[in-house]
């Protein structure tokens, strides 16, 4: 917990020289959405830090996929909650490649820094599990639009687990940043806000908003930002961190600026 002019607990997650650069839903331009041929390409263009999204299904078995069915994007279809692993791993995205368990990720890929978004409640315990299992908690940071998911994955946890704020975090954030005296006692556990830039035209983030983010000790990472131009504005604004599904234009953009991380 923080307030204004107190900084949070270290997150080896965010050690990354910023602006981050993340690869959204693994990259899915250079491949199929969430799969290892995605993600590995990624890290092959130099990507660090990736982000996706994870489910469990009906055994508690926590997978990389973004839709709450496998209807859009494999061969098979069905609620993955209401689906038993033995049956959820023969689905194949875009009609070749396996769903990627969780476990099987962290352990592909050691050295990546993971965001991972939490799509459904019943996900928390095995979304956990795989972490703790893998010795995870540096190298991940759990995200979800629902505070109450968030909240879940720290007590199980523990204050190590870096976390982005929550829609209500969100909020509250937005609204300190219109008032100075609001941001002196808004509370903070989080260690990041993830945000589109703006929402039905109204912008989400504006100079006050960084600006109170960085007096609390919050990165701020925006998304999904795909071309140069958009790109290139936000990193003028002073964002932390942006995630794409173009990573060849991120990279490209932040290579010009001297601003491109490598793994």
């Given at each position: 917990m923080t307030r204004a002019g107190h900084r949070p607990p270290h997150f080896p997650f965010l050690d990354g020289p910023t602006p981050l650069a993340f690869v959204h839903r693994g990259g899915a331009s250079h491949g199929a959405e969430n799969s290892l041929s995605a993600i590995t390409a990624a890290i092959e263009l130099g990507y660090r830090y990736l982000e996706t999204d994870v489910h469990t299904t009906a055994d508690d078995v926590?997978?990389?996929?973004?839709?709450?069915?496998?209807?859009?994007?494999?061969?098979?279809?069905?609620?993955?909650?209401?689906?038993?692993?033995?049956?959820?791993?023969?689905a194949r995205i875009a009609?070749?490649?396996?769903?990627?368990?969780?476990?099987?990720?962290?352990?592909?890929?050691?050295?990546?820094?993971?965001?991972?978004?939490?799509?459904?409640p019943g996900a928390v315990a095995g979304v956990t599990g795989a972490i703790?299992?893998?010795?995870?908690?540096?190298?991940?940071?759990?995200?979800?639009?629902?505070?109450?998911?968030?909240?879940?994955?720290?007590r199980v946890l523990g204050p190590r687990l870096c976390t982005s704020l929550g829609r209500r975090g969100v909020a509250a954030l937005r609204l300190a940043s219109f008032s100075p005296r609001a941001s002196t006692v808004l509370r903070v556990r989080a260690a990041c806000a993830q945000?589109?830039?703006?929402?039905?035209?109204?912008?989400?983030?504006?100079?006050?908003?960084?600006?109170?983010?960085?007096?609390l000790g919050l990165q701020v990472h925006v998304w999904t930002l795909n071309t140069a131009s958009e790109i290139t504005s936000a990193l003028d604004l002073g964002v932390d961190g942006i995630m794409t599904d173009a990573p060849t234009v991120l990279r490209e953009v932040l290579q010009d600026r001297g601003q491109w991380q490598s793994s």
């Open positions: 926590a997978v990389v996929f973004h839709d709450r069915t496998l209807d859009r994007v494999t061969d098979r279809t069905g609620r993955i909650d209401r689906l038993p692993w033995a049956q959820v791993k023969k009609g070749s490649e396996p769903i990627p368990r969780l476990d099987e990720l962290l352990a592909s890929f050691p050295d990546l820094r993971i965001n991972l978004d939490i799509k459904s703790r299992r893998a010795d995870a908690v540096h190298r991940v940071c759990v995200a979800s639009f629902i505070d109450a998911r968030i909240q879940a994955a720290r945000v589109p830039m703006s929402v039905a035209g109204r912008p989400v983030v504006d100079r006050r908003m960084l600006d109170t983010a960085h007096a």
